[in-house]
T-cell receptor, first 110, second 113 residues
Framework: RKEVEQDPGPFNVPEGATVAFNCTYS??????FFWYRQDCRKEPKLLMS???SGNEDGRFTAQLNRASQYISLLIRDSKLSDSATYLC???????????FGKGNQVVVIP | NAGVTQTPKFQVLKTGQSMTLQCAQD?????MYWYRQDPGMGLRLIYY???????DKGEVPNGYNVSRLNKREFSLRLESAAPSQTSVYFC????????????FGQGTRLTVV
């Protein structure tokens, strides 16, 4: 089983709609969780950290469920500029390696 | 503030040739990483360096070597390039404290023919 699993999609989303997707991780000792955004042919950049209590940044909401070992990302009121690949990142205790999922590709349609 | 700088941005190699990808960061980060990204495969860790003087294998280390030259620089070497190493390579760095952001270079697009 992969360390971090994501459904690659694509997720075709009408402009203004809400889209949500999950990422599951296999190692229960995982320490920290993040969502990164990657635009086509560019480097990944941090979108937001994911805290145990959940957190929100504007139209973006991230949740962590340790019992079921998944994190989620919800995008409200989707904009054309939200079209990108969203990468789930998990860091493990002890070695601080960043493990990436394959990413969720989001395409916002006018 | 340059962040993470990778060179070169593009490279074409013939099978069997060698080359070194350079990476430098100016954020005084302890940890540095090399990833490759292939279509449908996501980012896979090749090697990482938790701190100056240490290196460890990641998920796909075969065919590569690394050097953590000093705190700033972490290079990736292909001794004998193979077509299977055609990929986009990203260098990244972080404080290594576990809950902090990793910063990426702009990537090196390598084609081995």
């Amino acid at each position: 089983r992969k360390e971090v699993e994501q459904d690659p999609g694509p997720f075709n989303v009408p402009e203004g709609a809400t889209v949500a997707f999950n990422c599951t991780y296999s190692n229960s000792a995982s320490q920290s969780f993040f969502w990164y955004r990657q635009d086509c042919r560019k480097e990944p950049k941090l979108l937001m950290s994911v805290y145990s209590s959940g957190n929100e940044d504007g139209r973006f909401t991230a949740q962590l469920n340790r019992a079921s070992q998944y994190i989620s990302l919800l995008i409200r009121d989707s904009k054309l500029s939200d079209s990108a690949t969203y990468l789930c990142v998990v860091i493990h205790y002890g070695n601080n390696r960043l493990a990436f999922g394959k990413g969720n590709q989001v395409v916002v349609i006018p | 503030n340059a962040g993470v700088t990778q060179t070169p941005k593009f490279q074409v190699l013939k099978t069997g040739q060698s080359m070194t990808l350079q990476c430098a960061q100016d954020m005084n980060h302890n940890s540095m990483y090399w990833y490759r990204q292939d279509p449908g495969m996501g980012l896979r860790l090749i090697y990482y360096s938790a701190s100056e003087g240490t290196t460890d294998k990641g998920e796909v280390p075969n065919g590569y070597n690394v050097s953590r030259l000093n705190k700033r620089e972490f290079s990736l070497r292909l001794e004998s390039a193979a077509p299977s190493q055609t990929s986009v390579y990203f260098c990244a760095s972080s404080t290594g404290l576990g809950n902090t952001e990793a910063f990426f270079g702009q990537g090196t697009r390598l084609t081995v023919v």
